[in-house]
C-alpha cells in the first residue's frame, strides 16, 4: 500500500496523459483539465507547507540566538506584514494603491531591479576569468564572444564586416549547435518521463 | 435555372447587356450593387477535433481579388433549419475561403457548440455598403474524433521509443553489462565531496526554480539522492534550500533516501533542506548569503536555471567552492560553462543519475537514448540528401499537425 | 509618499549594490527582508489570483470533481505529522505522473519531430553559395553536436574526431550566446543607475 | 607575485568598479554616437511613415518592471513618434502591468514641450484601455470585436463612449499593431493569432535576449520590423530623427562593452606573458 499506490498511480497518470495527447474528443479533453486543475490545486495547498517551513527555521534561530538571528526576526516581521496588508480588507486587499502594493514598488521592485542588474557585474567578472585562450574550446567561446560584443562599438569602416560576422554566427552556427543540445534534451527528457512511468526511476519518491 | 424558357432567358441576357450593365458601371461607382455570392458553399464536421466545431468551405466571390476586387469580408452565418432564422456565427477578412464554427464544450457557456445537432449554414459577401449570400448548405453535424490522425508520426515515435526503453531495460534485468564512455563532469563529483569533507565544510545543492513537475528537477532529484548517499558516507552536511514547497518536500524524502541507503538514517537533518520562497531574486539574495556564511566548499547547481545562474555561479567562486552545474535550460548553459568547474550540458544532466547510480536498469535506458540518437542522425543525413535531390516524402514523416 | 518611497527604494538599491564589496550587515538586512515579503506577497497573490477562482468559486458553484483535487492537497499537507506523512505520495504521484505523461509527449515533438524535420533541408541550393554554405554547415553542425551527446562510444578516433567538431560548435554558440546577452545585462543596470542618479539625486536629465 | 600575476587574479571587485564608472559616467554626457539604422528598424519606420496622419494604431504593451530599461524608452519613443504625426493611439496590455508601464510613459512624453504644443486629448488622440486576461485567446477576441474585448478603459468609462472608439469594430478598423514583448504572450503570439489569421500589418520592440527567436518571422514577413533590445530602441530613435533615452543609454553600453572587451584582452596578455616566463 505505501510503495505499490504511488507507484500504480504514477503509472496510471502517466499512461492516460501520454494517451489524451492523441485523443482529440471531449470526454478526454475533460479530464485533462481537471487533471491540470488539480495539479495546481495540490501545490496552492503546498504553499503551506513552504511558509510553515519558512517559519519554523526562523523561529528556530530566533530562540536558539544563532548568528544573525535579527535577521530572522526581519524575515519573519516582513512576511507578516504581507499575509496580513494581503488578507485583511478581503480581495481588496491587494489593489492599486493599498499599502501592500506600496510595500511591491517601493521595497520588492527596487530590491528585484538590483538583484537582477547585478548580473552586469558578474557577466564582466565571469567573461574576465573565464574568457583566457587556453584551449582551443576556449579560444573558440573567447573569440565568438569578441566578435558579438564588438558589433555595440564604433569599429569605423570594420563594423560593417562584424555585424555581418556576428549575424551569420547567430543564425547558423548558433542554429545547428542549439538544434544539437534540443535533440539531446529532447531524448533525455522523454527517456526520463517513460523511467517515471514505469517506476524505475523513483527516487522522488523516497523510502520508508 | 430560374426562367425555364429559352426566349425570356434571351430577353433577360438582352436588359443585361444594355441596360443593367452600363448602369450597374455607373453604380459600381458608390459600390451599392450586391458582389456575385459565394458558391460550391459546403458545410462539414472539423476533422481531429473535440467535437464542437463545424468546418465551412466556399468558393470566392467573382469580385474578391478578381472583377471590381471590392469585396472586403466574408460573413458566416447559422442556423438550426435551412428556412429559420440564420445569425452571424463570425467573419473573415477577403481571400479566405474557409472557416471554423467553433464553440465551448461546456454546457454552461454562452457560446456552447452542440455536437450530433443538424445546422445549416450561409455565406455572405461583403462590400462596403453592400452583400449578397449564397445558398444554404448543410445539414452538417459536429462529432468529436478518438484518434488524431495528424499526429501519427507522433504516435509511431512514442511507440518505437519505448519498446526501445523497454527492450534494452530487459536486456539490463537479464544481466547485460552496458559500456558508457566516462564524463568529466561525473568523474569530479567524488572529488567534490571528498574535498568537502577533508575541509570540513558543507555541501550546497540547488535544484534550481522548476517545480517538482519539471522533468529537469526530477533528474536532479536522482543525483540528489546519490550524493546525499555519498554524503552521509563521508558525515558531510548536505544543504538544500528549495524555491517551491513541493520540491521541499520531495528533495527531503530522496536526501533521508540517500541517508538510508548509506545506513545512517540518524544521520539526516530534516532542517538542512528548507523552503525559502518562490520568488526567483529573493530566493537568489539568499542563497547568496549561504554560500558566503556557510562557506560551502562544493556547490551543485542541477536543475531548472534562469537568469539567475550567473549570480549564483559567481558567488561561489567568490566563495572559492568547487562548483558543477548543469541544465537544460539552454539560455544558462554559456554562463554555467563560462564560471563553474564542471558543466553537464543538456541531456547530459539527464544522463548523470544513470552514471552516478550505475544501475544497470538506468544504464539500459541511457542505451535506448543512444540508439534513439543513431536513428536521427541517420534520419538526418538521409533527409539532407533527399531534400538535396528534391524528394519531399522525406520530410512528411517528420510532420506533425496539431 | 512619493518621495519616502524613492528613498527607501534608493536605499535598498545601494544595500543589494553593497554585496559586490563583500557580505555586510546592510545586505543581510535587504536579504531578510526581501526574503520575507516576496513569500508573503507570493503567498497572498497566489491566494486570490489562484485559488479562490480555482476552487474555492468552482466549489461555489457546485462543481464537485474540483474537490478531489482538494483532498489530493490535504493529503500534501499530512506531511507535517510524521506517522501519516507517507499519505502525501500519493499526490507527489499524481504530480510527478500526470507531467511526466505531458512532457512525453511535447519533448517528443517540438524537441525531437520538429528540431529534424527544421534541419531536413538541401545540402545544396543551386546559384545560391552562402545559403549552401549555411545548409551545410547546420547540418554538420547538428550532426556532430549530436555525436557529441553520444555515451556508448569513446571519443576516439574520427568519431572522436567529429565529437571534437561537435563541442566546438557548441562553445561557438555559447560564446555568442553570452556576448549577446551583455547588452540586456548592461540595460539592467543602466535601468537602476538611472533610477539612482536622476530619480534619486537629480544629477542627471 | 609581480604586476602580471596580480593582474591575472584581479579582484573582482576591481573590474566592478570600473563597470560602475563604465555605465555610470557615460551618462553624464550627450555624445553623437554614430548609430546606424538596421534594415529591420528602418523597414519599421518606413511602414509608419506610410500611415496617413489620423490613422489608428494599436500598441500592446506585453512587459513588467524588469524590462524596463529596455523597453520604456521604446514606448517612449513610439508615443513621441505618433503624436507628432498624428496618429490616434489605442493602448492595451496583454501583460497586467502593461497599461500601468504605458501610463507612465505617457506622463513622461505628454510633458515634453513640442507635444504638449500638440495638446493631445485623452479619449481622441489616445486612450489606454487597460488588461484583459487570457493571453492569446485575447488577440483571438479582438479578431472579432475590439469593444466587447475590452468594454471598459483603463480608468472605468465605457470604451463604446470614447470618441477614439467610434468604428473601431475590430482589426479590420486598426492600420497598424505595435507590441513591445518580454517574453510571453507577445511577439509570437502576435503573429501567430494576429498576423495570420486577420492580416494585421505588425511591428514590434523586443528585449535582446528574446529578438533572436523573433527573426524567422522578419524573413518570412510576418513582422514588418522589429527593435532589438536597447540598440533597436536607439535606432528607431534615430530613424525619427529624435534621439532620446535609448541613444543616450547607448554611449553606457558601448562604453562597458568596450571595458569587458578590453579585460578579457589584458587578462589574455597577462596569461600568455607569465606562461612564456614560466616556460623558459
Known amino acids: 500500500m505505501r510503495r505499490q499506490l504511488p507507484i500504480l498511480i504514477v503509472f496510471v497518470s502517466g499512461v492516460f496523459m501520454i494517451i489524451q495527447y492523441f485523443i482529440p474528443h471531449e470526454s478526454f479533453e475533460f479530464i485533462y483539465e481537471y487533471a491540470m486543475d488539480w495539479i495546481i490545486i495540490i501545490g496552492i495547498f503546498a504553499m503551506l507547507l513552504g511558509l510553515w517551513s519558512l517559519t519554523r527555521v526562523s523561529v528556530s534561530k530566533v530562540q536558539t540566538k544563532a548568528p544573525g538571528w535579527g535577521f530572522s526576526v526581519m524575515t519573519l516581521i516582513g512576511l507578516a506584514t504581507m499575509l496580513f496588508l494581503g488578507i485583511y480588507k478581503g480581495n481588496k486587499s491587494i489593489a492599486e494603491g493599498t499599502l501592500f502594493m506600496d510595500i511591491f514598488w517601493n521595497i520588492y521592485t527596487p530590491i528585484q531591479a538590483t538583484m537582477f542588474a547585478l548580473l552586469a557585474f558578474y557577466i564582466a567578472s565571469a567573461a574576465y576569468r573565464a574568457f583566457r585562450a587556453r584551449t582551443v574550446m576556449s579560444t573558440i567561446l573567447l573569440v565568438t564572444a569578441l566578435v558579438i560584443m564588438l558589433r555595440l562599438i564604433p569599429l569605423g569602416p570594420l563594423s560593417g564586416i562584424n555585424q555581418t560576422l556576428a549575424s551569420w554566427i547567430l543564425t547558423v552556427p548558433n542554429m545547428a549547435a542549439k538544434r544539437a543540445i534540443w535533440i539531446g534534451i529532447g531524448l533525455g527528457a522523454t527517456a526520463t518521463c517513460l523511467k517515471i512511468i514505469f517506476g524505475i526511476e523513483r527516487a522522488y519518491m523516497g523510502k520508508d | 435555372m430560374r426562367y425555364k424558357n429559352l426566349r425570356s432567358s434571351l430577353v433577360l441576357t438582352f436588359f443585361l447587356f444594355f441596360l443593367i450593365l452600363p448602369l450597374s458601371q455607373i453604380l459600381a461607382q458608390d459600390d451599392t450593387l450586391p458582389p456575385p455570392p459565394p458558391t460550391e458553399v459546403k458545410a462539414g464536421d472539423t476533422p481531429n477535433d473535440n467535437g464542437h466545431s463545424i468546418t465551412i468551405t466556399w468558393k470566392l466571390s467573382g469580385d474578391d481579388g478578381a472583377g471590381k476586387k471590392n469585396v472586403v469580408a466574408y460573413e458566416i452565418l447559422r442556423s438550426e433549419s435551412p428556412t429559420g432564422e440564420f445569425v452571424v456565427r463570425g467573419m473573415v477578412p477577403a481571400g479566405n475561403n474557409t472557416y471554423q464554427d467553433r464553440g465551448a464544450k461546456e454546457k454552461e457557456d454562452k457560446n456552447y457548440f452542440p455536437p450530433h445537432k443538424d445546422f445549416y449554414y450561409k455565406v455572405r459577401a461583403k462590400t462596403l455598403n453592400s452583400y449578397s449570400e449564397s445558398g444554404v448548405a448543410g445539414p452538417a453535424v459536429a462529432y468529436g474524433q478518438w484518434f488524431h490522425i495528424g499526429k501519427l508520426p507522433v504516435f509511431v515515435g512514442t511507440l518505437a521509443f519505448t519498446i526501445m526503453v523497454l527492450a534494452f531495460i530487459s536486456l539490463a534485468r537479464k544481466g547485460k553489462e552496458f559500456y558508457v564512455r566516462p564524463l568529466a563532469g561525473i568523474d569530479a563529483v567524488d572529488d567534490a565531496i571528498g574535498r568537502a569533507t577533508e575541509m570540513g565544510r558543507p555541501i550546497l545543492y540547488i535544484l534550481g526554480l522548476g517545480s517538482a513537475a519539471d522533468i529537469a528537477t526530477i533528474a536532479s532529484f536522482t543525483i540528489l539522492n546519490r550524493i546525499a548517499k555519498k554524503t552521509a558516507e563521508h558525515k558531510t552536511k548536505i544543504i538544500v534550500p528549495c524555491n517551491d514547497p513541493i520540491v521541499m518536500s520531495v528533495a527531503q524524502e530522496t536526501v533521508k533516501a540517500g541517508y538510508l541507503d548509506a545506513g545512517r538514517p540518524d544521520m539526516y537533518k530534516e532542517e538542512n533542506i528548507f523552503y525559502l520562497t518562490s520568488m526567483q531574486f529573493a530566493y537568489v539574495a539568499a542563497v547568496n548569503g549561504i554560500m558566503l556564511r556557510e562557506k560551502t566548499a562544493t556547490n551543485f547547481y542541477l536543475g531548472k536555471f534562469y537568469a539567475e545562474s550567473l549570480i549564483l555561479a559567481e558567488t561561489g567562486s567568490v566563495a572559492g567552492s568547487i562548483q558543477i552545474s548543469g541544465t537544460d535550460e539552454l539560455a544558462q548553459i554559456p554562463f554555467f560553462v563560462a564560471a563553474t568547474d564542471f558543466t553537464l550540458i543538456g541531456e547530459e544532466l539527464y544522463a548523470a543519475s544513470a552514471y552516478l547510480g550505475r544501475e544497470p536498469l538506468l544504464l539500459g535506458a541511457l542505451k535506448a537514448q543512444d540508439l534513439a540518437k543513431a536513428i536521427v542522425m541517420l534520419s538526418l543525413a538521409l533527409g539532407a540528401l533527399a531534400a538535396s535531390f528534391h524528394f519531399g516524402f522525406f520530410l512528411k514523416l517528420f510532420t506533425v499537425q496539431m | ?205 | 607575485m609581480n604586476f602580471l600575476e596580480k593582474l591575472l587574479a584581479l579582484d573582482r571587485r576591481i573590474i566592478f568598479l570600473f563597470i560602475a564608472i563604465a555605465v555610470a559616467l557615460p551618462l553624464f554626457f550627450t555624445v553623437k554616437l554614430h548609430i546606424e539604422v538596421t534594415p529591420v528598424v528602418r523597414n519599421l519606420h518606413n511602414a509608419m511613415e506610410a500611415l496617413p496622419p489620423g490613422s489608428k494604431v494599436l500598441v500592446s504593451l506585453d512587459y513588467d518592471p524588469g524590462s524596463m530599461p529596455e523597453l520604456q524608452p521604446m514606448a517612449e519613443s513610439f508615443f513621441r513618434y505618433c503624436f507628432m504625426r498624428d496618429l490616434k493611439i489605442i493602448i492595451i496590455g496583454l501583460w497586467p502591468n502593461g497599461p500601468i508601464q504605458a501610463n507612465s510613459a505617457l506622463e513622461v512624453i505628454l510633458n515634453e514641450p513640442d507635444i504638449k504644443k500638440k495638446n493631445p486629448k485623452y479619449g481622441i488622440d489616445y486612450v489606454n484601455l487597460g488588461y484583459t486576461a487570457g493571453n492569446e485567446v485575447v488577440i483571438e477576441r479582438m479578431g472579432s470585436d475590439i469593444p466587447v474585448t475590452f468594454p471598459k478603459d483603463y480608468s472605468g468609462n465605457k470604451t463604446e463612449d470614447l470618441p477614439l472608439m467610434k468604428g473601431v469594430k475590430n482589426f479590420n478598423n486598426i492600420d497598424f499593431v505595435y507590441n513591445l514583448s518580454a517574453g510571453y504572450p507577445g511577439t509570437v503570439e502576435w503573429v501567430l493569432f494576429g498576423v495570420d489569421p486577420y492580416k494585421i500589418k505588425l511591428g514590434a520592440g523586443n528585449t535582446a535576449v528574446q529578438a533572436p527567436q523573433i527573426y524567422p518571422y522578419l524573413n518570412s514577413g510576418q513582422l514588418v520590423g522589429l527593435l532589438g533590445g536597447m540598440k533597436g530602441g536607439a535606432e528607431f530613435e534615430i530613424a525619427t530623427g529624435k534621439p532620446a533615452k535609448a541613444v543616450k543609454f547607448m554611449f553606457s553600453q558601448s562604453v562597458s562593452h568596450a571595458l569587458i572587451c578590453f579585460f578579457i584582452l589584458i587578462g589574455n596578455f597577462a596569461y600568455f606573458a607569465t606562461r612564456k616566463k614560466k616556460g623558459a
Open chain 3, 1 to 205: 509618499m512619493e518621495t519616502i518611497g524613492i528613498w527607501i527604494a534608493a536605499l535598498l538599491t545601494l544595500g543589494i549594490f553593497s554585496f559586490l564589496y563583500k557580505d555586510n550587515p546592510f545586505y543581510k538586512f535587504c536579504e531578510s527582508l526581501f526574503v520575507g515579503i516576496s513569500a508573503g506577497y507570493w503567498f497572498v497573490t497566489t491566494f486570490w489570483q489562484v485559488f479562490m477562482p480555482k476552487l474555492a468559486d468552482n466549489l461555489v458553484a457546485g462543481r464537485f470533481y474540483y474537490m478531489i483535487g482538494a483532498i489530493f492537497g490535504v493529503l500534501m499537507l499530512l506531511r507535517l505529522f510524521p506517522k501519516i506523512g507517507w499519505l502525501s505520495r500519493w499526490s507527489l504521484a499524481l504530480v510527478v505522473g500526470t507531467t511526466a505523461g505531458l512532457y512525453f509527449t511535447r519533448y517528443l515533438v517540438s524537441n525531437g519531430m520538429v528540431q529534424v524535420q527544421n534541419t531536413i533541408i538541401p545540402l545544396y541550393v543551386k546559384g545560391n553559395l552562402s545559403q549552401t554554405i549555411g545548409n551545410l554547415v547546420i547540418v554538420i553542425g547538428t550532426f556532430s553536436g549530436l555525436i557529441y551527446f553520444f555515451f556508448s562510444k569513446e571519443h576516439k578516433g574520427a568519431f572522436g574526431g567529429l565529437a571534437k567538431l561537435g563541442i566546438w560548435i557548441l562553445m561557438l554558440s555559447f560564446g555568442a550566446s553570452f556576448g549577446y546577452t551583455v547588452m540586456s545585462r548592461m540595460s539592467l543596470l543602466i535601468g537602476r543607475m538611472d533610477y539612482l542618479l536622476g530619480t534619486w539625486l537629480g544629477l542627471i536629465h
